[in-house]
Structure formats: C-alpha cells, structure tokens
C-alpha cells in the first residue's frame, strides 16, 4: 500500500541499475526479489506492524530492500550506522526498539529480540493510524542527540511527483535524513544508488568515474577535504552535473574555490533537518549562499532573524526532549539568515554566535576568512570567555601539509595579518591553537567542540 508506487516503478524498470553494491550493478528486478524476501523473512520472525525495528546497516542491497519491506510492514524503522555504534545501547533505550536485524558488510542479517516493550505516545498514534514511522537521531555538533518521530507515509508523499532519474552517490549516510531523501529521491525516479565502502575523497572521485555518477550530494567539508586534498585531479569527473550541499554553512571561500575549478557543475545549497525533511530549494546561482526555500507541503517566516520553518513532514516530536514547536505548529530552527527579498542565507546557529562586547560573530563568516589562505586545511572558530570584553573569538587551525612544519608564532602572525585585511577588528581572532586532527566527524559535519 506504502509503496505501492516504488513497486510500480521498479517493475516497469526492471533492466535498469537500480543500485551499485561492492562496484557490483543491481537491477530493479534484483530490488524487487530482494524486496520479496525480506517481506517473507519478516513474516517468518513474525513481526507485526506497528513493531519498533532498529536496523543497524550500511546502504546495501539488503538493507534497502528492508526498509522498503519495513514501511509496508507498517513497522517503525530505526536506522543506525556503524559512525554511532558506541550510542547503541543509549538509542535503543531512547527508542523502546523491540526487534535489532544487523545486517554485515556481506548482506547477511542477525535478528535480536529486546525483550523492550514499546507503549510511548507517538508510537500509539502511529500504531492507531495504521501508518508506518521513522526515528531519526539527530546529528548535531553539540550536544545530546534527540529522537525525531517521524509519520514516515507523509515524508513519502513528495516522492510520489516524478522528477529527473540521476545517477546518485550514496554518501549522507543509511540514518540521516539527507541520506533517506537521497535513497527515496534515486529509487522512486528511477536511478542509481552508487554505495560507498568509505568516504575519502580519492575512493568516493574515483567512484565518480568508474560509474558515471551525476549527482554527489554532500557536505562542505567534504568539498573543502576534496579540494585540500588534490583528489579531483586524478579522476575524469565530468559525468557530475550537480553537487548538492547541506548540514553546516559554506564557507564562502570554498563555495568559491570549487565554483572557480568546476564552472560547468551546478551547485545547489539544500536545506534540511532531521525534525522537518529536506526541503526543495534553489540557489541564486553555482557561485552564491543565497537561495529561496519551500516548496509544497513548506512554510517559512523570519522572526527576529530566526528561521520558522511549518512543515506538513514535520515530525511527531521528540522521544526524549520536549516539544520544540510553537502552538501554532512553527518549528524554531535555531538558523540565523539574512534575507533579500525570495532569497535568504544562512549565517550560522544562533548558539553559536559569539558576543563579542555586544557585537555579534557568526563562526562562519571567520572560518570562510581564515581559509581563503592555501596554508590552512581548516578552521574552527569559537567563543572564549573574556572578562572585560566578555567573549573573545578564538580559532582552532589545521595547516595544511605542506606547513606542518611551520613555527607556529611564525603561523599566528600571518593568519592574523590575512584576517586584519578582511575582518572588523572584534571578529579577528585573539588567540589561535594549532591541531593536526581533522575537524569533521563521520558525517563528514563540522564538529564544534570548544578548546579548554
């Protein structure tokens, strides 16, 4: 019933790609036989609609099948990868999961009952509206992961309009919601999903190539880990027509550097959250942070330099946090945006402004700044406490490995230069910490954990 249209669509595609597996080709009619299966595996372990199911998976043609199989179950799918395996048992927890099917990196699968039985609220309305549901964890950098409910029939409702069938890498990951619109989006316009086994700039390029991919949804960071590395001059990558980037704001330098390389490959900034779905949207041009927002199903407002975001996708609530939503059904994103008529920009998290004697610092904006300089692989900008100013900017830099070797006094004294001929004076940076981890996590997101 769920998917009764992605069944139609495979059916009529059988010979085509659908997904690329280990660098193997799977048809649509391999999806459809591996979709049959795991509906007969599930009535086999007698799993009931409305079941808490968490699935701990990578893409896969197995893993796939098995969320498709779980919405027309009915279940409540929660998926994890491996990047959060050391928060299993905290999301089990969190998430009342009454059934764990692990499935390994040679598509085998391990069914594991819980003994949890699973009675909250936002589970009984799913259950009594006979609809399937989605619990995403989010993927912040800072704080306790939350548990978004999602009605997982509507965040399937835009899929249903058909759009282009694009060859597509898998990269945001099997449980972001990045990755969800990214899987439902290829499947249900009749694409490809190229998987990956890792997401390194030389093996994802490489992938590229090999398999003509025309879509790369990603992250800033990865582009800007991308260009620092060099990777994009081995690899014939003029299959891409667009890249897509979302989760964190762009540096306005890196936007620029690979506008400047890659002048023929359309760039469009996405927005998202795991509370709301992924909105459509579109970029003033290949080259610009601005972009107008919405769609169907999507209402925007602007409240004191706030994004308000009601979505007809928006989750349920939370399972361990309270209710984020206005009464009015308005969800606080926490973005700060400038706005120009249509269009809008993202400026950065309103907690993560710096006050610097009452004048304001976006992180961002500093860190596009600092890394305009070749020397500098990346940059963590954050707040320190100041007693007369009471905040001061402070940045965190990883140079690039050519300098590693640098004298640091030496490297402070040019990044403060660089930064005094493009910043105001309270956005420069009082002090710099010089660390050679890369400042990303699995999610390939910038991760803002502050230096003590």
């Not at 179950?73 to 928060?87: D, G, R, W």
Request: contains cysteine; negative net charge; aromatic residues 10%.
């Amino acid at each position: 019933m769920f998917i009764d249209f992605l069944e139609n669509i495979f059916l009529s595609n059988q010979s085509k790609e659908a997904i690329v597996w280990k660098e193997q080709p799977y048809t649509y009619a391999n999806l459809v036989e591996q979709l049959r299966l795991w509906q007969e595996k599930l009535n086999q372990h007698n799993v009931q609609p409305g079941t808490v199911v968490m699935v701990q998976a990578d893409y896969s043609p197995a893993s796939i099948a098995l969320f498709l199989a779980l919405i027309e179950k009915q279940c409540i799918f929660v998926p994890i990868t491996s990047s959060v395996a050391a928060q299993k048992k905290e999301f089990i927890e969190v998430s009342q999961v009454e059934l764990v099917i692990t499935i390994d990196e040679s598509d085998n699968a391990r069914f594991e009952n819980t003994e949890i039985s699973s009675a909250h609220t936002f589970y009984e309305t799913l259950r009594e509206e006979a609809v399937p549901g989605l619990v995403l964890f989010s993927s912040g950098s800072t704080g306790k992961s939350k548990a978004a409910v999602h009605d997982l029939a509507k965040l399937l409702d835009k899929f249903k309009v058909p759009r282009h069938a694009m060859r597509a890498i898998s990269f945001l990951l099997y449980d972001h919601i990045g990755g969800v619109n990214t899987l439902l989006y290829t499947l249900s316009n009749a694409g490809c999903l190229i998987t990956l086994e890792n997401r390194q700039p030389d093996y994802v390029l490489r992938m590229v190539e090999k398999f003509a991919v025309e879509l790369l949804p990603t992250s800033p960071s990865f582009i800007n880990l991308m260009l620092i590395s060099d990777a994009y001059k081995n690899y014939d990558i003029s299959s891409l027509t667009t890249v897509t980037y979302g989760t964190e704001p762009m540096p306005e330098s890196t936007l620029a550097q690979f506008h400047r390389l890659f002048p023929d490959i359309r760039l469009l900034q996405t927005y998202g959250l795991s509370e709301l779905g992924i909105m459509r949207s579109k970029s003033k041009d290949s080259s610009s942070l601005w972009m107008k927002v919405g769609g169907e199903g999507f209402e925007t407002r602007i409240v004191e330099g706030i994004l308000h975001i009601k979505a007809y996708s928006a989750m349920l609530g939370y399972l361990n946090a309270p209710s984020p939503f206005t009464a009015d059904g308005w969800f606080n994103t926490g973005d700060m945006v400038e706005q120009d008529g249509e269009y809008i920009k993202i400026l950065g998290r309103e907690s993560e402004i710096i006050n610097v004697g009452g004048q304001k610092v976006f992180p961002a904006e500093v860190e596009s700044v600092l890394q305009q300089l070749d020397e500098v692989a990346e940059a963590q900008v954050f707040g320190q406490e100041n007693a007369i100013l009471g905040n001061v900017v402070s940045a965190k830099i990883r140079l690039s490995n050519s300098v590693n070797d640098w004298d640091k006094s030496q490297a402070k004294k040019m990044l403060k230069k660089h930064c005094m001929g493009h910043l105001e004076s309270f956005k420069i940076p009082a002090k710099f910490y010089f660390d050679d981890a890369e400042q990303f996590s699995a999610r390939f997101k910038k991760q803002r954990t502050k230096v003590a």
